[in-house]
């Protein structure tokens, strides 16, 4: 949040100029706001593809009845926010382009509230926000792979094809050092780099091969490789990736800024399907999964606490971000605009779900 608040400080410095200056300069064959999209961020997907992986193996999405609810969930705030977007921008099939911006999470800032709220928020809305957003990710890299890819080329694709088979191989053969891996790691993403899908996508695709030992007894077995790499990663990811991408990625220049750019198709419909989208799928999917007797709500979480987690899903700061930088590579006016929606979006959400947890009504545990 705050490299997100000082892009937005510089972008609008005497500093400009040479901010925006050092992020289209060249680095070999790429730009370095490039660099930094297309190679940093597929550490950060690599990432969530461990995290993807070790929770349907062996963690909170294990069984199918721990699916079903943050399922059903993710499934309504993923397309709500769509809609929700889709019917601003009906008349626009240029802007149209953006429905997917709305749909996804970002979860380390809706868990980063609850942990900010302490024991006002259940363990169980935890566990639930967290599926909710696995299984939200998974979808957004879907939507990315599927919708947000450039002219393919085949034999680029057949590369990262035979890539995955020998990586997949490894797996198999049970070999468990990580550096054979991050070595062809890095050959996956230069074909993915160079094949129209966009990079990121290698990151979740190395996540998969990498051996996860499933725990028997005790969870997260320490000396699985997956284990390893999720631990080595997670700082670097949290602390130096993440705050680079905003950095790079939020600085949007004010100049010329007018009150009815809030009202354009792009902002009003990335704004809209964060704050309204958002709140209406989750919590109207939790609701209706939860009346049809398909599962139980959250055990000790009171309706208001369970509203309030659907607000906090509104934040969608850097998958957002991200899905507005491919849908408008070429379009600059209507990337700001989307930077816009999604910050001003996103800060609603935040704030109205921090409220609601803060005054919901606790929930004793014997009551259901």
């Known amino acids: 949040m705050a490299s997100a608040a000082l892009a937005l400080i510089v972008a609008n410095s005497p500093l400009a100029d040479p901010y925006f200056g050092a992020l289209k300069s060249y680095l070999g064959p790429l730009s370095v706001l490039h660099w930094i999209n297309d190679g940093l961020m597929v550490v950060f997907f690599l990432l969530v593809g461990l995290e993807i992986k070790r ?46 911006i709305p749909a996804a999470t970002d979860i380390a800032f809706a868990l980063g509230v609850l942990a900010l709220l302490g024991s006002r928020v259940p363990v169980s809305l935890k566990v639930f926000l967290t599926a909710l957003a696995i299984i939200d990710d998974l979808g957004a890299v879907l939507i990315i792979a599927l919708f947000y890819t450039a002219g393919l080329s085949l034999p680029m694709l057949g590369g990262a094809a035979v890539t995955l088979a020998v990586l997949y191989g490894l797996n198999k053969a049970g070999v468990s050092r990580l550096w054979p891996y991050l070595a062809l790691g890095l050959v996956l993403w230069g074909f993915v780099l160079m094949s129209g899908v966009h990079a990121t996508i290698a990151g979740v695709l190395l996540a998969l091969t990498i051996p996860l ?75 209706a ?24 899903c509104g934040v969608g700061f850097t998958m957002s971000l991200f899905i507005g930088l491919l849908a408008f590579a070429q379009r600059p006016e209507l990337e700001a605009e989307t930077k816009i929606g999604v910050l001003v979006g996103s800060l609603v959400c935040m704030a109205a779900g921090a409220l609601v947890l803060r005054f919901a009504p606790q929930q004793h545990p014997n009551h259901h």
Do not use: C
Request: aromatic fraction near 12%; proline fraction near 8%.
């Open 55 to 100: 929770e349907l193996l062996d963690g909170r999405l294990r069984t199918w009845p721990d699916r079903v609810l943050p399922g059903f969930a993710a499934l309504g705030g993923m397309l709500l926010p769509a809609l929700v977007y889709a019917a601003v921008n009906w008349h626009s099939p240029e802007t149209l382009r953006g429905w997917a």
């Open 213 to 287: 030992r499933l725990s028997v007894g005790k969870p997260d077995d320490p000396t699985s490789p997956l284990h390893i790499l999720e631990h080595a990663l997670h700082p670097w990811s949290a602390f130096l990736i993440l705050p680079i991408f905003g950095f790079a990625n939020a600085g949007v220049s004010l100049a010329g800024f007018s009150p009815h750019l809030l009202l354009d198709p792009v902002t009003l419909g990335v704004a809209l399907g964060l704050f309204l989208g958002k709140q209406l799928g989750v919590f109207g999917f939790v609701l």
């Open 289 to 312: 999964a939860v009346r049809f007797g398909w599962a139980q709500r959250p055990a000790g979480a009171g309706w208001m606490q369970v509203y309030g987690v659907a607000l906090l």
